[in-house]
Structures are given as C-alpha cells and as structure tokens.
C-alpha cells in the first residue's frame, strides 16, 4: 500500500552534513499522517531521530535537536532529514517511517534504511 525511495546517504567527514530524503508514493484512498526518521546500529534498537505531522509539528529524539532537521513537502508525500555538525555517533542505518491510514485504521512502515558512515 505504500513504498518509499530513500536517498541522500553515505560517508562524511566529522563536522560535516548530510541531507536524507523519502519519497512516498501510496494508492490515493489512503492518507499519509506523519512521517519520519529513525536509525539502528547493530545489536541496538531502532531509536526516533525524527518525525513531522501533516500539519508540520516536529519531534525530535533527544540527541538531535538542534543539529538535525526534518522538513516535508505534502504536495510530494516526500520527507527531509538536514543533518548537521555529524560525528562518528551518528553512524547508522536510517529508515525513513510513513504513518498511513484508511477511514478506520492507521499503519506504521519503515523503509528498508540508507547507510549514513561519519568518519572521525
């Protein structure tokens, strides 16, 4: 019911930037509610980076406000994630997340994630 393309990841430098993006397309009798970021090392569990209503109300997870910000454009069902001031931390799989819904119901997705690598 909703697929997403994610792009925008890879290797820097500390100090550096990276700007993730998530394209969601879903069938049009569905609504797409909130989307977001989280992230996942190995042996860790997934954590909340990011996330933005339809209405654009933000929530960031503790280690990234003030460095990172996400941003979407509704016309595009398409989500942003600016990182910023990246340290070797912040390696990770990042997943881009659609909360979407029918009439009665909503539903959580995560996409299969984009590698980011910081390197120290």
């Known amino acids: 019911q909703v697929q997403v393309v994610e792009s925008g990841g890879g290797m820097v430098q500390a100090g550096g930037s990276l700007r993730l993006s998530c394209a969601a397309t879903?069938?049009?009798?569905?609504?797409?509610?909130?989307m977001g970021w989280y992230r996942q090392t190995p042996g860790n569990e997934r954590e909340l980076v990011a996330r933005i209503t339809e209405g654009g109300m933000t929530l960031y997870g503790d280690a990234f406000e003030g460095r990172f910000t996400i941003s979407r454009d509704n016309a595009k069902d398409t989500v942003y994630l600016q990182m910023n001031s990246l340290n070797p931390d912040d390696t990770a799989v990042y997943h881009c997340?659609?909360?979407?819904?029918?009439?009665?119901?909503?539903?959580?997705?995560w996409g299969q994630g984009i590698q980011v690598t910081v390197s120290s």
């Open positions: 879903i069938e049009s009798m569905f609504n797409i509610d909130d």
């Open positions: 997340y659609v909360q979407w819904s029918t009439i009665n119901t909503e539903y959580d997705y």
